[in-house]
């Protein structure tokens, strides 16, 4: 498996407005793209996924779209709260292999 | 959804000693386990591969003998840090996926600190 180790970028977003977090992905023999939230001294968290025949899933509150001509996913949350604050990866992987090839990670602020 | 259990969630020992950390799936069995390490403002780094019954797999760079992986049972793996150094300070987490290769579960992470 691979990971980057980068300083995260960082994404400051008003209470209540919509967060748009970015990730480009690798491997294009990946076929299943996932987004974690890491709170501070915790693991991550499953937010939410999508196999590459698709093209967007809607969860409550977030949205993911994945672009496989560009190797690019998003995830959109909606009406962004104070308890969004943490740090969202984004990992691919496909059928063949249990490990996880993961993104360089995006701190959400959120501004009161 | 599945739970993934890590103990313990911290703990502080001394320069040149082991440290035990152990990942557990509490329902559900798990024949591969995900060892990862994470430095402050970073992505989670995979370490090794945790197969019950079977060596573990470690990724380049990692040492195999400074850090010992047993996965004893369906349920459990451990992470043993020997003869641990002030750099070896990171906080581990471990994964299992339920079923295939999806959908994996993270435990809650270890905060290791070596004085």
């Known amino acids: 498996g691979e990971s980057v180790g980068l300083h995260l970028p960082t994404l400051s977003v008003q209470e209540g407005d919509n967060s748009i977090i970015n990730c480009a992905y690798s491997n294009s023999a990946s076929d299943y793209f996932i987004w974690y939230k890491q709170e501070s001294g915790k693991g991550p968290q499953f937010i939410i996924d999508i196999r590459s025949n698709m093209d967007k899933r809607q969860g409550q509150r977030v949205t993911v779209l994945l672009n496989k001509t560009v190797k690019h996913l998003s995830l959109q949350i909606a009406a962004t709260q104070p308890g969004d604050s943490a740090v969202y990866f984004c990992?691919?992987?496909?059928?063949?292999?249990?490990?996880?090839?993961w993104g360089a990670g995006t701190k959400l602020i959120i501004k009161p | 959804g599945a739970v993934v259990s890590q103990h313990p969630s911290w703990v502080i020992c001394k320069s040149g000693t082991s440290v035990k950390i152990e990942c557990r799936s509490l329902d559900f069995q798990a024949t591969t386990m995900f060892w990862y390490r994470q430095f402050p403002k970073q992505s989670l780094m995979l370490m090794a591969t945790?197969?019950?019954?079977?060596?573990?797999?470690?990724e380049q760079g990692v040492e195999k003998d400074k850090f010992l992986i047993n996965h004893a049972s369906l349920t459990l793996s451990t992470l043993t840090v020997t003869s641990a150094h002030p750099e070896d300070s990171s906080f581990y987490i471990c994964?299992?996926?339920?079923?295939?290769?999806?959908?994996?579960?993270f435990g809650p992470g270890t905060r290791l600190t070596v004085t």
């Open positions: 990992a691919e992987n496909n059928e063949s292999n249990y490990q996880l090839i």
């Open positions: 994964s299992a996926p339920p079923a295939g290769p999806y959908e994996q579960y």
């Open positions: 945790s197969n019950e019954g079977s060596k573990a797999t470690y």
